[in-house]
């Protein structure tokens, strides 16, 4: 089991061999957890959730996988945007 930042995700998939499925790419990080700013889960999961059956490119795969993530993902601990 591997562990990487959010910020590092983007140069895993630089290893991948382009084109690849959605199944493929989630099936190599089905053992990575992703840190988060608030928390953390597993990378696999999140890709077999993006929309797109397959990706082009690394950037492709990290644009969706921005869709996929959750809230807890983006900005830092504890921020709120609004109600302040």
Do not use: H, W
């Not at 562990?3 to 998939?13: C, D, I, N, W």
């Not at 991948?16 to 790419?25: G, K, M, T, V």
């Not at 889960?41 to 397959?54: A, D, T, V």
Request: negative net charge; charged residues 30%.
């Amino acid at each position: 089991m591997s562990t990487v930042k959010l910020s590092r995700v983007e140069s895993l998939f630089e290893e991948l061999e382009y084109p690849i499925s959605r199944a493929e790419a989630a099936g190599e990080f089905g053992d990575t957890t992703v840190l988060f700013a608030d928390g953390e889960g597993n990378l696999g999961r999140y890709i077999s959730e993006c929309p797109s059956e397959q990706f082009r490119s690394e950037e492709d795969l990290y644009e969706e996988l921005q869709l996929a993530l959750p809230i807890e993902a983006v900005g830092e601990p504890g921020q709120s945007e609004g109600d302040a």
